[in-house]
């Protein structure tokens, strides 16, 4: 065997090594995935727990953190190796505004959030898309006296199921409404429930 062709062999050898260091680095680095944020910002709620979603597909991250303001914490997506920040609520809240929970769709798709995002002490519950700046869209209708409690999404992403309080904070009511916020809600317990001291305490969505 030649001179040149076991210098091609060597060659191509320590091509190979190299392309299996680079490979075994970019497993092993980290990624800042909440991006740059001022010394006092933390990704938390306002309570100061750490509150972050991964997507079911493994490609974003949703989570809680005051990076625009520091006393607003909001939610924001982001992919999971890093890259462009996006805010999920929009418009930005106001100050003193929360959002209470949020969940991401089974499909991975969109984000769900309760906050008193367009009345102070007001719940209501809001969809938007995951790495997409757009507007929320508001999925309950008018609720007056109400608040939305919780929600859970069902398994196919289509629709979200959730419930809402009376003044005294109890449960009365559950609605569905399609995750797109095409159609207005309708009344799963229509009428409400018969007694009218009676609270609804659980409910759950069947596979």
Request: some cysteine; overall charge negative.
């Amino acid at each position: 065997m030649g001179k040149s062709k076991w210098g091609r062999i060597i060659l191509l050898a320590m091509v190979l090594c190299l392309a299996v260091v680079s490979a075994a680095s970019a497993l092993s680095r980290n990624y800042k995935i909440s991006g740059d944020m001022a010394d006092d910002r933390d990704v938390s709620d306002s309570t100061g727990e750490a509150r972050y979603l991964l997507s079911s597909d493994n490609q974003n991250v949703v989570f809680m953190a005051n990076r625009n303001a520091i006393n607003i914490y909001e939610v924001f997506s982001a992919p999971v190796t890093g890259g462009s920040v996006i805010r999920v609520n929009s418009p930005q809240l106001a100050s003193e505004r929360l959002i209470k929970d949020f969940k991401i769709s089974p499909d991975g798709k969109y984000v769900v959030y309760v906050a008193d995002q367009e009345v102070a002490g007001k719940w209501e519950i809001f969809r938007s898309p995951v790495g997409v700046l757009a507007d929320s869209v508001k999925l309950n209708d008018e609720i007056l006296d109400n608040d939305v409690k919780d929600f859970l999404i069902t398994p196919d992403s289509q629709t979200v199921i959730y419930s809402t309080t009376n003044f005294k904070g109890d449960t009365k009511k559950l609605f569905y409404v399609d995750i797109h916020g095409e159609n207005p809600p309708v009344a799963i317990t229509n009428p409400p429930l018969l007694d009218v001291n009676a609270i609804l305490y659980s409910y759950s969505i069947s596979d």
